[in-house]
């Protein structure tokens, strides 16, 4: 009777590993195969030896993980297949058909991004390719066997073996990537190799960007209450009276400096700034690639957030340029067509309305729910209330994905566009085009709600965003981004009353004498900008003239 009671036991036991093993090869392997397939045109190097590595670690990873929370029993067992496969199925899709890079900054943009965003990126497509996929596994499920005590040797033995086969992986991977161990001509190190392969393949990639976006957030949360005050640092003060000004500060969404014409574009995208005299226009370098992880470092001075890593993560430690204009006696108020809400309570805004209050107020009106032409309205209402001395922050939802959803019928200049998930290139890049168009008439129309004030805008995308060939979306991994998830356009504009001001006329000039120069400016400069146009100085160096748009230093 004993005899058969092991046996049984053993049988089980078997059976469970065979699970583990198999679902293992089919979260390692098969949801990679086209990760593999494009490596493979990719690589210089001895392939096969690379693939193997590369799919030993995978599988190993997982059946080591789901080997861990098996000592939980069959329901913790199974419910972990369940999870590991409908996220990694999900990440597969968007890797599969878009070559997106899921790591930290995507999960943070998922997480911080408005649930609408996130369904708005999802389709028929997605809906199909989880259902069929997610399916595959739970053929398995009911082959897991119930509840039982497995002998500690035969426990412990498959739990030490993935270990021991992860270090060799490890070992054989940093031997692999060539390319990605050894200093480049210049002297710059590359990407570190393990940290490549981990942010190629599901569900490595995925689980570790999760890991790191909590520990993030924890440690954000603790360095919260400690952020160190810039006024109490460097003692900021106005050099003119600011009582008669208002400061209208927009944040767009994934636009690229290389798609405005403003900025040397083929395409005619900006044709009403084009022709306003006032309007100048950057290229710019976005300080990360999310929108949480952008407005967390753009609108702080440079050295007040710190990258650590590797894989880079951002930590905040002074708090941001609103926070001066609001000791400075600024009132403020905030009008977004994004949610937000954490960079949002760090304003400390008198007003703030979100796109659902926004959207609550509009449909009242029989007016679109989503619709960035809204903020205008907002800004109008906003400013009629004061006399001077006021900022309102503007957040877009500007030319992110899909495009097509950012702009009116009426304003898709470039055809064919992109009205679904899936089209060529030519069709998205006509999209994406057309959202530009349509900033450029939302910025407009802020203009000429502002000239009869003595006013100051300043526009910054907080990201690029990829459309290239293989190449979609923005979020990716900062150490591995490509170029263009980085370029973004910074444009600035003073109405004519406010240049009657001699000191502002001339930090104007210099503005103009940057942009004829084609400078690259930066997100951690906008801190010492803004200020600095505005013609507010510090004690202590507060403001640097390398890092003052307007300096005349």
């Known amino acids: 009777m004993k005899d058969a009671t092991v046996a049984t036991i053993r049988c089980q036991y078997r059976a469970e590993l065979v699970s583990i093993l198999l679902i293992s090869m089919y979260l390692g392997v098969f949801l990679n195969i086209p ?3 494009r490596k493979y045109y990719q690589v210089d190097e001895s392939v096969v030896g690379l693939f193997l590595t ?29 999870a590991f496969t409908f996220v990694s199925v999900i990440a597969s899709y968007y890797m599969w058909f878009f070559d997106v890079i899921i790591g930290y900054g995507v999960v943070k943009a998922v997480f911080g991004t408005g649930m609408s965003l996130v369904i708005e990126s999802m389709g028929l497509g997605l809906l199909t390719f989880s259902s069929i996929f997610c399916l595959v596994p739970l053929y398995f499920l009911h082959r897991v066997a119930p509840n039982y005590q497995a002998p500690w040797l035969l426990f412990l033995i498959p739990r030490f073996l993935c270990i021991g086969l992860l270090t060799v992986c490890l070992i054989l991977i940093n ?47 603790q360095l919260k209450n400690k952020l160190i005050d810039p006024m109490d640092t460097y003692g900021f003060y106005p050099e003119i009276p600011l009582d008669d000004i208002f400061v209208v500060v927009v944040i767009g969404e994934s636009a690229r400096y290389d798609h405005m014409s403003l900025i040397d574009y083929q395409r005619a995208t900006t044709p009403l700034l084009d022709k306003e005299t006032n309007v100048i226009g950057f290229k710019g370098a976005s300080c990360n690639t999310s929108t949480k992880l952008s407005l967390s470092c753009m609108f702080v001075r440079e050295g007040g957030t710190e990258d650590l890593g590797p894989p880079s993560q951002q930590y905040v430690y002074e708090n941001h340029v609103f926070s001066v204009l609001k000791n400075l006696g600024f009132s403020i108020d905030l009008f977004s067509m994004q949610s937000e809400a954490g960079f949002y309570v760090q304003v400390n805004a008198d007003i703030v309305k979100i796109r659902e209050e926004i959207g609550a107020e509009a449909s009242s009106q029989g007016l679109p729910v989503i ?36 702009y009116p ?22 999209s994406y085009d057309n959202s530009i168009v349509y900033t450029d008439y939302f910025l407009f129309s802020l203009l000429e709600r502002l000239r009869d004030k003595k006013a100051f805008l300043l526009y910054a995308s907080d990201h690029g965003e990829s459309m290239e060939d293989g190449k979609h979306f923005h979020a990716a991994p900062k150490d591995v981004a490509p170029d263009e998830q980085f370029k973004i356009p910074v444009i600035m504009w003073a109405s004519d009353s406010l240049l009657e001001n001699t000191q502002f006329a001339e930090g104007f000039d210099m503005l103009k004498q940057h942009e004829s120069k084609n400078r690259i400016v930066r997100h951690v400069e906008i801190f010492e900008s803004l200020l600095g146009c505005l013609g507010i100085n510090s004690d202590h160096q507060g403001i640097r003239s390398l890092n003052n748009w307007c300096s005349r230093k």
């Open 175 to 221: 031997s692999h990537y060539k390319n990605f161990r050894d200093p480049t001509a210049d002297g710059r190190i590359p990407t570190n190799p393990i940290g490549v392969a981990a942010y190629s393949y599901v569900p490595i990639n995925w689980m570790a960007g999760s890991i790191i976006s909590v520990a993030n957030t924890i440690a954000n949360s």
């Open 409 to 430: 019928t009426e304003f898709s200049k470039y055809k064919p566009d992109c009205k679904d998930m899936h089209c060529d290139l030519q069709a998205m890049v006509n």
């Open 54 to 82: 590369d799919a030993l670690f995978t599988v190993t990873t997982c059946c080591f993980l789901l080997c861990v929370t098996s000592i939980a029993g069959r329901r913790v067992l199974s419910a972990a297949i369940i």
């Open 371 to 406: 619709d960035d032409m809204l903020l205008v309205n907002q800004m109008t209402q906003s400013i009629s209330k004061k006399a001077g001395k006021h900022l309102v922050i503007l957040h877009q939802k500007g030319s992110h994905f899909n495009y097509s959803s950012r």
């Open 35 to 37: 990760i593999f397939i």
